[in-house]
T-cell receptor, first 116, second 113 residues
Framework: NAGVTQTPKFQVLKTGQSMTLQCAQD?????MSWYRQDPGMGLRLIHY???????DQGEVPNGYNVSRSTTEDFPLRLLSAAPSQTSVYFC???????????????FGPGTRLTVL | KNQVEQSPQSLIILEGKNCTLQ??????????LRWYKQDTGRGPVSLTI?????NTKSNGRYTATLDADTKQSSLHITASQLSDSASYIC????????????FGSGTQLTVLP
């Protein structure tokens, strides 16, 4: 199993540009989430999905869109990039809700995004 | 507001030494507490998960403790190795939903030869 994969690894955007961060998992997990990690702060939830066709907002959803057309893929779209979106983005997946004892979240390697 | 605070922010120890990382939380209700290890440039990897009724959980040289009364947890690393150099993140789950995970900012551990 490849686990959770993310592309690209690095990306530089200009303010106002749009892009899509890709995330895929091959573990047949229902639950997938997007986080951003900023220096000195804990990971913050952007959006999450509890299954194909179902998404919901997390703590910091503004400026981001998601969709979940398949169980495997959960892309994150930046609509109009801003310097405040400079961060490292992690995608995670789990078998069930993240509170379950067996529902360990598996994280991807991250995408480092810089917005100029 | 739910909060998870970790201390120290950074720690440097010599290879072979033991160390203890602290996590204090103000999260309610409480479902479980997790410790993750995050190597530089990688995603976090789960080390332990503890529920309210558990006060100790081990994973090799890593031992996590939980005091639900004082809302404190610690991660003890025994006989440290260079590969233990990483950020250690405490995460508290309040209700079993992805929206209710509160992440600490991590303790950066450096193990020197």
């Amino acid at each position: 199993n490849a686990g959770v994969t993310q592309t690209p690894k690095f990306q530089v955007l200009k303010t106002g540009q749009s892009m899509t961060l890709q995330c895929a998992q091959d573990m047949n997990h229902e639950y997938m989430s997007w986080y951003r990690q900023d220096p000195g702060m804990g990971l913050r939830l952007i959006h999450y999905s509890v299954g194909a066709g179902i998404t919901d907002q997390g703590e910091v959803p503004n400026g981001y869109n998601v969709s979940r057309s398949t169980t495997e893929d959960f892309p994150l779209r930046l609509l109009s990039a801003a310097p405040s979106q400079t961060s490292v983005y992690f995608c995670a997946s789990s078998y069930g809700p993240s509170g379950g004892l067996l529902d360990t979240q598996y994280f991807g390697p991250g995408t480092r995004l810089t917005v100029l | 507001k739910n909060q998870v605070e970790q201390s120290p922010q950074s720690l440097i120890i010599l290879e072979g030494k033991n160390c203890t990382l602290q996590c204090n939380y103000t999260v309610s209700p409480f479902s479980n507490l997790r410790w993750y290890k995050q190597d530089t440039g990688r995603g976090p990897v789960s080390l332990t998960i503890m529920t309210f009724s558990e006060n100790t959980k081990s994973n090799g040289r890593y031992t996590a403790t939980l005091d639900a009364d004082t809302k404190q947890s610690s991660l003890h690393i025994t006989a440290s190795q260079l590969s233990d150099s990483a950020s250690y993140i405490c995460v508290v789950d309040s209700s079993g939903s992805a929206r209710q995970l509160t992440f600490g900012s991590g303790t950066q551990l450096t193990v020197l030869p």
